[in-house]
T-cell receptor, first 111, second 115 residues
């Protein structure tokens, strides 16, 4: 079983749609959770951290369920510029400060 | 934020040769990491570059194949030794800018093709 598993994608959605990505992680000791965005041929960039109580940043909402070891990302009112690969990322729960990346879910927003 | 410069940005190399990738940060950082992203795959951590001591390697990666230097808090190098086509990948330097935040910022990556 992969340490971090994501929806396989790709997701093809029209502009204005709401889309949700899911992620599960296997390490119950993980303490930090993130969503990164990676544009084609670019480096990953932090989209948002994910907090236990859930958090929102504009059109983006992240949720964490520790009991189920499940993370989600909701994007409302999709824009063409949201087209990218979204990576679910978790810490390894030790003092090493290493992060484990999911394989990513590709989103293509169409006009 | 910090500026992370990686070079080379890309290279094409012959089998059996070695390539050293440099990562320069414009501010001092405690944690520096090297990741690999193979074609169509996600990121895999190669090692943590430790300043003044040997790097900490992840399972499946060894020092002989991926020697790493970290002479100070702003600079690190990763060497890919005795390359084979399977080493064709993007190699990314990353740093933790805010100590304890566990948030990574990445360099633009070095795209390596081995023929």
């Amino acid at each position: 079983r992969k340490e971090v598993e994501q929806d396989p994608g790709p997701f093809n959605v029209p502009e204005g749609a709401t889309v949700a990505f899911n992620c599960t992680y296997s390490n119950s000791a993980s303490q930090s959770f993130f969503w990164y965005r990676q544009d084609c041929r670019k480096e990953p960039k932090l989209l948002m951290s994910v907090y236990s109580s859930g958090n929102e940043d504009g059109r983006f909402t992240a949720q964490l369920n520790r009991a189920s070891q499940y993370i989600s990302l909701l994007i409302r009112d999709s824009k063409l510029s949201d087209s990218a690969t979204y990576l679910c990322v978790v810490s390894d729960g030790t003092g090493r400060r290493a992060l484990t990346f999911g394989s990513g879910t590709r989103l293509q927003v169409q006009p | 934020s910090a500026v992370i410069s990686q070079k080379p940005s890309r290279d094409i190399c012959q089998r059996g040769t070695s390539l050293t990738i440099q990562c320069q940060v414009d501010s001092q950082v405690t944690m520096m990491f090297w990741y690999r992203q193979q074609p169509g795959q996600s990121l895999t951590l190669i090692a943590t570059a430790n300043q003044g001591s040997e790097a900490t390697y992840e399972s499946g990666f060894v020092i002989d194949k991926f020697p790493i230097s970290r002479p100070n808090l702003t600079f690190s190098t990763l060497t890919v030794s005795n390359m084979s086509p399977e080493d064709s990948s993007i190699y990314l330097c990353s740093v933790e800018l805010a100590a304890g935040a566990n948030v990574l910022t990445f360099g633009a990556g070095s795209r390596l093709t081995v023929l």
